[in-house]
């Protein structure tokens, strides 16, 4: 859309066609398309005329359809000489079919067929006049003529209703041109429909809109660092020279790492998470990257790859485990080192490196990492100083009709219409404008980083989310899927996990990475209630699991009935079993109950299949195939399954594997464990300080008022919200959920005290006392974030003296008011300043 000044709300826009047509100009169409979208973005994109200008070196410039500039000045009588003027701005000059613009008889701006005929024929005797090619154009909008119902469906249902009768933008034939332009005289109608459209064509070179290759970012020296980080570790823990296993798996790795110019990616990555961990913040690791050595001694993740191993902290002297006995390093029994009398630690989860980057290593790693909620931000600006500003931006999104939405639309189009459609007649028509483009967004943790040498505008053009004008992020305008493989995705998500790992160790003092990971009363939460010292049982509790992460809902309970863990792998195991699909239903859930197998035999992780079958003697690479294929839920081939049938796998195996639809990594599995184990920890010795901080992260649905009435009226509202069955709402199963935490708090001799303007936080829950937590502000239904925070902070200041001093300070409205009225909160305070002398 074209403009000749700005704002764009006191001038008229006009619009045109842009052909890009070499690289130069493919580049200047994205930056254009950039300018529109973030500082010109009027209900629409637009651009100046000053920025068309500007960027249109290597386009071809159209002078646009009806809304065009040189059409509207024919149809408003504008003088000849300013007509030719705006015309020679143009490469070519557009002329498109009368049905297409019958609309401005309809508003009046022209008398009949014949005037817009007249002005076909004008803008082809200007072009000739001015040695200016004219090329008849389509506006093509859909590819049929009666597909223009989709359109309208789609354009009703986004609230347009600038709706077509008939459908008359679609794509004609050439012979159906030829006769729109008839009354050209058939040697300019042929020149206009073909001639000058193949001659436009000719001169648009063959452009992807992508480039081809990878284009990673560059910091200087990074083979080397890498090389020096992992090392140091490798000689810090394992002495120098290391044991022969570890030398050859860092060998193995860092050839493939670095060979491939992956050694960037894992140096970014050491660099974020150690900013993050300087700054107090745990970082999780997400999806392989735990399967990587190296990414380990990087201080990348804190997973550990090699096999289960004893290590001396004194003497470096280690022992492998290697027979397969054993699948973490955490369950080994205590050793003294036999060289120097020291306890030896113990490390080691057992995965392969071919996990991560494939059995040739070549694979592109994904390293995707979960800071905590809060410090997500700072993350992201942090990559921002590395790289510079302009090479850093939100991984873009686009959101497509769904299915849903889909039947909604047409539903209230014919509804409107009074037609009444078959169900066959529906489908058809959600089958047209599903996955078609609704809006934007962004990646709930992606960023790319564009190299230094590069501009985001080599690759793609940017914009604000949801085209929102007043947002401070930019993103790309591609999908980021579109883009991922050419310039570098990073995953650096928010995540709660390492927000509560923070939480608990600013409450309690105890830093979680020297919390011991074998200890007995943690571990005795996953198979039963016996270590969270219950005055009382509370309703429907087996294990005590309730809060935390990856081990509270009632699914994954319910595995651990089924399976009584009493080992660190066990729990891997399990969570490898929760993460997938068709792995434990109707798989190894039958498997254990009859007896067959027990939990440590059972296939949970995709690492489990290649692990067992080299065990068993299988070829390595075949049995990393098997894996890549069971884990994608592929069926085997028959080859295959004879050649499993020839060595010694137990008689339920291969039916196992014919059965899973989907593998959760075992790297993934063991950094949740981790975390979850860490929580699990603090819940035992620290409940004061587990639930202040579970209740904090859940404060959204946190039922202030309904806790403050006592445990009974808790257990009542759950028996209510339980009764619901199939009826009770997503609200209520959350709440239900936070109460059933609440209830054991309770059982464990926990109480809330009542919100109070001298005690209480503004948003978090506080651990006053042993045997209490104190609740915030905000943790009252009716009291908002902004309530919260303006209550804490003139509380700090000063006492209330009344409500209407409490109001005037606060500026909070009825809702709050009422629910620290029914909190009992505002006891006492009398409603008004004003003051009675007796």
Known sequence: QLDTEWPKSKNESHNALCYAKNYTGLKNLYKMVSESLLHYFFKTGGVPKSILEKYREGLIIGSGNSNGELYKAILNKETEETVKKIASFYDFLEIQPINQNLSLLKRGKASDRNELIEINKKITGIGEELNIPVAATGDVHYLNSEDFVFRNIILEGQGNRNLEEEGYYYLRTTEEMLKEFDYLGSDKAREVVIDNTHNIAEQIEDLKPIPDGTFPPVIEGSDEELKNLTYTKAYNIYGNPLPELVEKRIDRELTSIISNGYAVLYIIAQKLVKRSNEDGYLVGSRGSVGSSLVAFLADITEVNSLPPHYICSECNHSEFILDGSYGSGVDLPDKICPKCGTLMKRDGFDIPFEVFLGFEGDKEPDIDLNFAGEYQSTAHEYTEEMFGKGKVFR??????????????????????????????????????????????????????????????????????????????????????????????????????????????????????????????????????????????????????????????????????????????????????????????????????????????????????????????????????????????????????????????????????????????????????????????????????????????????????????????????????????????????????????????????????????????????????????IQPPFRALEGVSDSHSISIYKEAQNDEFISIQELVKRTKINKVAIEALREHGTLDGLPETNQMSFL
């Not at 699991?545 to 699914?555: D, R, S």
């Not at 994608?632 to 196992?656: A, N």
Request: proline share 5%; with cysteine.
């Open 395 to 772: 991984a873009g999104t686009i959101t497509t009709i769904a299915e849903n939405t889909a039947f909604g639309y047409i539903k209230k189009y014919f509804e409107k219409r009074e037609v009444n459609l078959h169900p066959a007649a529906v489908r058809r028509y959600q089958r047209g404008i599903v996955g078609v483009k609704r809006s934007t967004g962004q990646h709930p943790g992606g960023v790319m980083v564009v190299p230094r040498d590069k501009d985001i505008t080599d690759f793609c053009p940017i914009q604000h989310p949801a085209d929102d004008i007043n947002s401070d992020i930019i993103t790309t305008h591609f999908n980021y899927q579109s883009i991922s493989g050419r310039i570098l995705k990073l995953d650096l998500l928010g995540h709660d996990v390492p927000t509560i790992i923070k939480m608990l160790s600013d409450l309690t003092g105890v830093d979680a990475i020297n919390i011991p990971m074998d200890d007995q009363e943690t571990m005795e939460v996953f198979r039963s209630v016996e270590s969270l010292n219950m005055k009382y049982d509370a309703s429907e509790m087996e294990v005590g699991t309730l809060g935390i992460p990856e081990f509270g809902t009632g699914f994954v309970r319910q595995m651990l009935k089924d399976t009584r863990p009493t080992t660190f792998s066990e729990l891997v195991r399990i969570s490898g079993l929760s993460h997938g699909t068709d792995v434990w239903l109707n798989n190894a859930q039958d498997l254990i109950r009859e007896g067959k197998a027990v939990l440590k035999e059972t296939i949970c992780t995709r690492d489990d299949i290649m692990l067992f079958l080299i065990l068993k003697g299988l070829d390595n690479k075949k049995a990393f195939k098997i894996m890549e294929t069971v884990r994608k839920g592929r069926p085997l081939d028959p080859e295959t399954i004879q050649y499993m049938e020839e060595y010694d796998l137990p008689s339920w195996y291969i039916d196992s594997c014919k059965k899973i639809q989907y593998l959760f990594p075992k790297a993934h599995a063991v950094a949740y464990n981790l975390m979850s184990y860490r929580i699990a920890y603090f819940k035992v010795h620290y409940p004061e300080a587990f639930y202040a901080t579970y209740f904090t992260i859940k404060i959204a649905d946190y039922p202030g008022n309904l806790v403050a009435k006592g445990i009974e009226a808790i257990k009542d509202e759950m028996e209510r919200i339980k009764s619901l069955g199939n009826d009770v709402s997503p609200k209520e199963k959350s709440v239900y959920n936070l109460l059933e935490v609440i209830e054991e708090m309770y059982a464990r001799g926990i109480e809330s005290k009542p919100v109070s303007f001298k005690h209480s936080d503004k948003l978090r829950f506080t651990v006053p006392e042993k045997g209490f």
